[in-house]
């Protein structure tokens, strides 16, 4: 399985900033996933980045909110522009693994709380 | 509308107390059902998938079962250090929706 890591791990922002989340996969991957953890909620996609493409976006979730960059194989960003108290929750990036990207392995999550 | 729900929300068990873990899933042609474990401040881990029905999956104490409807997942004689939130994902034609989650809790 690949191993995941996340940057930052978490942070406190205030209202109306931006914040970059980094993902950095230790294999290549053709797809990553970005994922959002709500409190008492279930894990929801965003978007699913694809080296070389633009992201394709969820229903509910869109580019100029929460624009994603893909510049390798091994690496991606998700940004959470003009943040509200709302979008406080955990972030988790995810890749499928070499057999089936049904089966994802996730990153450590960061945790954004935002005041 | 593909859907995901798992009970009960929470179950605390006395260490070696099996029990079994449901998720109950609506969805249009399933491609696969999985199980995560999922520690405090940590993301999922991957535990299981599932195809069709009948199908079954073990692992230690943890085992994995599959109907029509829905999922079970079993433990059987559990320690503290099963404690976790369990989740349940299903994918059908579109995409993987996650369930809510389990929190189990084991008593030493």
């Known amino acids: 399985s690949a191993v995941i890591s996340q940057k930052p791990s978490r942070d406190i922002c205030q209202r109306g900033t931006s914040l970059t989340i980094q993902c950095q996969v230790d294999?290549?991957?053709?797809?990553m996933f970005w994922y959002r953890q709500q409190p008492g909620q279930s894990l929801t996609l965003i978007a699913t980045a694809n080296q070389g493409s633009e992201a394709t976006y969820e229903s509910g979730f869109v580019i100029d909110k929460f624009p994603i960059s893909r510049p390798n194989l091994t690496f991606s960003t998700l940004t959470v522009s003009n943040m509200s108290p709302e979008d406080s929750s955990i972030y988790l990036c995810s890749v499928g693994s070499v057999t089936s990207y049904n089966e994802q392995f996730f990153g450590p999550g960061t945790r954004l709380t935002v005041l | 509308e593909d859907q995901v729900t798992q009970s009960p929300e929470a179950l605390r068990l006395q260490e070696g107390e099996s029990s079994s873990l449901n998720c109950s899933y609506t969805v249009s042609g399933l491609r696969g059902l999985f199980w995560y474990r999922q520690d405090p401040g940590k993301g999922p881990e991957f535990l299981f998938t599932?195809?069709?029905a009948g199908e079954e999956k073990e692992k230690e104490r943890l085992k994995a079962t599959l109907t029509k409807k829905e999922s079970f997942l079993h433990i059987t004689a559990p320690k503290p250090e099963d404690s976790a939130t369990y989740l349940c994902a299903v994918r059908g034609d579109d995409k993987i929706i996650f369930g809510k989650g389990t929190r189990l809790h084991i008593l030493p």
């Open positions: 294999s290549q991957v053709t797809m």
């Open positions: 599932l195809y069709s």
